[in-house]
């Protein structure tokens, strides 16, 4: 990686050009309820010096927003790209509409082996054009709360860092925080080449963050690209929960630097913090953890227990917000298999013309959406997508991204029959599977 004083001068002479360069061209329509905004690279001093775009989803129906759910991708240019459509994903839209909150995802235009540091350190203008964003995202949505309410965060890699440099620098506004394979550099912990280290204000030992990485990052295979993630996770999570502050740490035991299951852990995690911290009238401050609830657990895994009855030092164990996310963070630790034995939402407004069939769905919020079965008279003649594609955990309906980001183009709700009987009038049935396996009620095309 060149050297940052010998490369902010070219990226600073560069930025009109940086702006059209590909693949940040290519995006999903932003017609309500999304709503885009974009900003060119800055040449000022302290400015962010890369083009960014911020994409919103407003919960359709909500009279007030509560939140803002963020959802933030990481270092290079293919992971920069993905977040182009992390506003789009079904299953992150399900946890933000639960709790009336909007869906934010960033997309930070950073070049091919350009310097990842000129964003994912908030302090280098990305903080500043993430609430410029929201303030100008809430007059075009028609929602100026956008600028105000609390945020909940979730980062990869370069996007962790991100996330917890946002909690560093406003702990009153971050509801919680998901450190996914990234955690920000505290004054307290031993300097890294090129990185400005963070002061640990008070204010953000009151916020709850998990440190989340795969075993190949430097737990159980010591030696690669990611083997730094590790020491990096042990020193942030000594130095938050060595002054109490409310942190865990959940090892996926099956990956590396990819996201793999860990959806399935953050999103109920973060649920969790929302439902406890979120004021119930809007402006109000964020409310503190319940104490009571907390439960505690050996950081490299095993079995978590009530925090009143755990018997070694409570500092060096990892936090948890309450027994039901501590069973689940149980089944991630030993192989990201997390139980969910709800049904996920039925489909709605299913409709057919013709032989091609349309409809709607919320995704669950435990276990997403899987796919779609059509039935035809009664019988099944197809899944939609026949094999779900995700190389990296379990199969989705929209895909997955290596930074936890739907690919384009955005998989559709809609099928076409490709053998209706001539001169019948068929009956048409759609049935959504979580990815736990779990059928919907069915629902009938009208």
Request: hydrophobic residues 40%; positive net charge.
């Amino acid at each position: 990686m060149p050297p940052l004083r010998r490369l902010l001068p070219l990226l600073l002479l560069a930025a009109p050009a940086l702006a059209q360069k590909p693949p940040y061209d290519t995006f999903p329509a932003a017609d309500p309820p999304y709503h885009r905004v974009r900003y060119e690279p800055s040449a000022e001093k302290g400015a962010l010096v890369y083009g960014a775009n911020f994409t919103v989803w407003i919960p359709p129906g909500v009279k007030e927003l509560r939140g803002v759910v963020v959802h933030q991708h990481g270092c290079g240019e293919g992971s920069c790209k993905s977040g182009l459509t992390g506003a789009y994903d079904l299953h992150w839209q399900a946890l933000a509409h639960k709790h009336a909150c909007a869906l934010l995802s960033p997309a930070f235009e950073q070049p091919d082996k350009a310097d990842c540091q000129m964003w994912c350190d908030p302090r280098n203008g990305s903080d500043a054009a993430f609430r410029k964003a929201l303030r100008e995202l809430g007059e075009n949505c028609k929602h100026p709360e956008l600028a105000t309410v609390p945020w909940a965060l979730w980062g990869h890699s370069g996007g962790g860092h991100w996330c917890g440099g946002m909690v560093m620098l406003h702990p009153e506004r971050v509801v919680a925080a998901w450190l996914r394979s990234g955690v920000p550099l505290l004054a307290s912990d031993p300097v890294r080449p090129g990185i400005k280290a963070h002061t640990l204000p008070d204010a953000a030992l009151k916020v709850p963050m998990m440190c989340n990485l795969g075993t190949k990052e430097g737990v159980t295979v010591k030696d690669g690209q990611f083997a730094g993630v590790w020491p990096g996770n042990q020193k942030f999570f000594d130095s938050v929960r060595g002054k109490g502050g409310r942190v865990g740490v959940a090892i996926d035991p099956l990956s590396s630097h990819e996201c793999g299951n860990s959806r399935y852990l953050a999103i109920p995690w973060l649920d969790a913090c929302l439902t406890a911290r979120l004021p119930k009238k809007v402006g109000d401050p964020l409310a503190d953890m319940p104490a009571n609830d907390a439960w505690l657990a050996p950081i490299t895994g095993g079995e978590a227990v009530a925090a009143s009855k755990w018997k070694e030092e409570p500092r060096k164990a990892g936090w948890l917000p309450n027994e039901a996310i501590a069973k689940k963070w149980e089944q991630y630790v030993r192989d990201t298999i997390v139980g969910d034995d709800t049904p996920p939402p039925a489909p709605t407004n299913v409709m057919v013309k013709g032989a091609v069939l349309t409809w709607e769905c919320t995704a669950d919020v435990e276990s997403g959406l899987a796919n779609f079965v059509i039935e035809r008279d009664g019988r099944q003649i197809a899944t939609l997508p026949d094999k779900g594609k995700n190389p990296f955990g379990r199969p989705l309906f929209q895909g997955l991204q290596y930074s936890d980001t739907p690919p384009q183009p955005l998989a559709a709700m809609t099928f076409t029959d490709p053998k209706p009987e001539p001169g019948r009038s068929h009956s048409y049935r759609v049935i959504a599977v979580n990815t736990a396996g779990l059928k919907s009620k069915p629902t009938e095309a009208k």
